[in-house]
């Protein structure tokens, strides 16, 4: 049986549904069009990211401006006590692939025009990397 190499741009369920043909997706195609599909919807400022960015400042002092989607830290109460109580910690999602240098902790962000410290990042696999926050 031939194969048939499409690209996800290309694919559709029908064609490959009446196919007469193996039909194989690259996967080097599948994660270009999951990045652009990450640059043109998430990371875009009219849709999901922050506007005008942040601004990643690295240990050594050089800084970059990134793309990042902002999750803010959410407050709430312990069910037990009534007392306050953070529930998350504020995080930043951002396309791996642009940073300029190597990412750690000891760095620092700036959203909004407020400062926060890098306490930890965890590529998730998809290109993105969740970054946890620590207020200034």
Known sequence: MPTQTITPTTYTAGAVATAASVVVVSRNTFQQQMRTDLEEVFYNEEEFAELGGITWRYADGSSQSLPAIFDEEHAGQ?????????????????????FTGRP????????????????????DGTGVSVVTLLRE
Do not use: C, M, W
Not at 78 to 88: C, R
């Open 78 to 98: 312990d069910i037990d006590t009534g007392a306050p109580a953070i529930l998350s910690e504020p995080q930043i999602h951002v396309p791996t692939h642009l």
């Open 104 to 123: 750690g902790e000891g760095d620092s962000v700036v959203i909004r025009n407020r400062p926060f410290r890098v306490k930890e990042i965890l590529p």
